[in-house]
């Protein structure tokens, strides 16, 4: 069993539609949570991070960590064609002496938003 | 700003060839990694440094070395490249092991 799992997706919805990406993880370790978006042919960029539980909202970015059920979730809402892309959760425990703050991604999940 | 910077973008190599894929940040940033993305594998880490000097192995380490002689820079070397090295390299920096990863937009590396 992987770690971190993720849909893969594709997943395809109209212009306006709220998006939900999720991802589920083993290690009750994590601490620390991403979300990246990477567009065709360039590198992951960062959106959102936060360490706790709850929300974290940016514009129409919500990302949501439930720590006791081991998921995490992305929301996007009025998704724009702009937002088509691959989007990876990422999470590791944090730094401390007993690890390295290594990364670990999801497979990834592919968006496409039709106008 | 240039962030990280990788070259090259493109490259086709021959089965047992070797070479060096560049990295590079301007952000003073002492972690530094290389990942691999394969379809349906995600992103995989193959070295990393905690600063200059330092390195280690990752998950999928087999086949490349890597060295920190400076801050900037942080190259992988491909010893003798083998089809199954056929990926995509991303190369990240951080300014620490609780912050986020920068990426630069990676090395489409082929071996025939």
């Known amino acids: 069993q992987k770690e971190v799992e993720q849909d893969p997706g594709p997943l395809s919805v109209p212009e306006g539609a709220i998006v939900s990406l999720n991802c589920t993880y083993s290690?009750?370790?994590?601490?620390?949570f991403m979300w990246y978006r990477q567009y065709s042919r360039k590198g992951p960029e960062l959106l959102m991070y936060?360490?706790?539980?709850g929300n974290k909202e940016d514009g129409r970015f919500t990302a949501q960590v439930d720590k006791s059920s081991k998921y995490i979730s992305l929301f996007i809402r009025d998704s724009q064609p702009s937002d088509s892309a691959t989007y990876l959760c990422?999470?590791?425990?944090?730094?401390?002496?007993?690890?390295?703050?290594?990364?670990?991604f999801g497979q990834g999940t592919t968006l496409q938003v039709k106008p | 700003n240039a962030g990280v910077t990788q070259t090259p973008k493109f490259q086709v190599l021959k089965t047992g060839q070797s070479m060096t894929l560049q990295c590079a940040q301007d952000?003073?940033?002492?972690?530094m990694s290389w990942y691999r993305q394969d379809p349906g594998m995600g992103l995989r880490l193959i070295h990393y440094?905690?600063?200059?000097?330092?390195?280690d192995q990752g998950e999928v380490p087999n086949g490349y070395n890597v060295s920190r002689s400076t801050t900037e820079d942080f190259p992988l070397r491909l010893l003798s490249a083998a089809p199954s090295q056929t990926s995509v390299y991303f190369c990240?920096?951080?300014?620490?092991?609780?912050?986020?990863?920068?990426f630069g937009d990676g090395t489409r590396l082929s071996i025939l």
């Open positions: 952000m003073n940033h002492e972690y």
């Open positions: 990240a920096s951080r300014q620490d092991l609780n912050q986020p990863q920068h």
């Open positions: 290690n009750s370790a994590f601490q620390y």
């Open positions: 990422a999470m590791s425990p944090l730094h401390g002496s007993s690890n390295t703050g290594k990364l670990i």
């Open positions: 440094s905690v600063g200059a000097g330092i390195t």
């Open positions: 936060t360490y706790s539980s």
